[in-house]
């Protein structure tokens, strides 16, 4: 089985840094995947991590440390239209796996 | 073309009506997903079908059907459905999956579905 956890939900500045956590238990690990999802939107693609390490992609930054079964989202430089959820998801026997889901509140 | 489209946008439907979700894209993908999303809660997996054939059935209540009649097309046909299956049905696309490989998944807007 697969087991998923976030924190449910995290606030913070505009301006400030960010990190969102994603720890996993699973039987099948093909990659981790990092969604953002406005309220009432599909989720939009963000990241993919398939080896041990940091992949940066402009403001965003995503985590990856297979043999703890963890993986963090950065945010930097938040913007309020970063209020969103977000929500790792691991791949793994053709399946996509999301987790809990963490709902990040920018305020002024 | 990166998109995945859904029809209808909204849909309201009694327990004893027969309705069809349809989801298209033009991405040449050959995996193609159904996912049920409640409020405040995590997209959850229903269906996958891989070059046109049901792959996965994640246990879905047969009240659901889904149908894959091409490689672009997919369709989730509602019938006697309950009013807990109200919520956000979303269509996914993506290549097939291989070891390793990035296989995102593009996902279409949805169609918020309300039983009454």
């Known amino acids: 089985g697969q087991n998923i956890d976030q924190p449910t939900e995290m606030t913070a500045t505009e301006g400030a840094i960010v990190q969102i956590n994603c720890t996993y238990q699973t039987s099948g690990f093909n990659g981790l995947f990092w969604y953002q999802q406005h309220a009432g939107e599909a989720p939009t693609f963000l990241s993919y991590?398939?080896?041990?390490g940091l992949e940066e992609k402009g403001r965003f930054s995503s985590f990856l440390s297979r043999s703890k079964g963890y993986s963090y989202l950065l945010l930097k430089e938040l913007q309020m239209k970063d209020s969103a959820s977000y929500l790792c998801a691991i791949t793994g026997f053709q399946k996509l796996v999301f987790g809990t889901g963490t709902r990040l509140l920018v305020s002024p | 073309d990166t998109e995945v489209t859904q029809t209808p946008k909204h849909l309201v439907m009694g327990m004893t009506n027969k309705k069809s979700l349809k989801c298209e894209q033009h991405m040449g993908h050959r995996a193609m997903y159904w996912y049920k999303q409640k409020a405040k809660k995590p997209p959850e997996l229903m269906f996958v079908?891989?070059?046109?054939?049901?792959?996965i059935n994640e246990s879905v209540p047969s009240r659901f059907s889904p149908e894959c009649p091409n490689s672009s097309l997919l369709n989730l046909h509602l019938h006697a459905l309950q009013p807990e299956d109200s919520a956000l049905y979303l269509c996914?696309?993506?290549?097939?999956?291989?070891?390793?490989?990035?296989?995102?998944?593009?996902f279409g807007p949805g169609t918020r579905l309300t039983v009454l």
């Open positions: 996914a696309s993506s290549q097939v999956q291989t070891s390793g490989g990035n296989n995102e998944q593009f």
């Open positions: 991590n398939v080896l041990d």
């Open positions: 079908y891989s070059y046109e054939k049901l792959s």
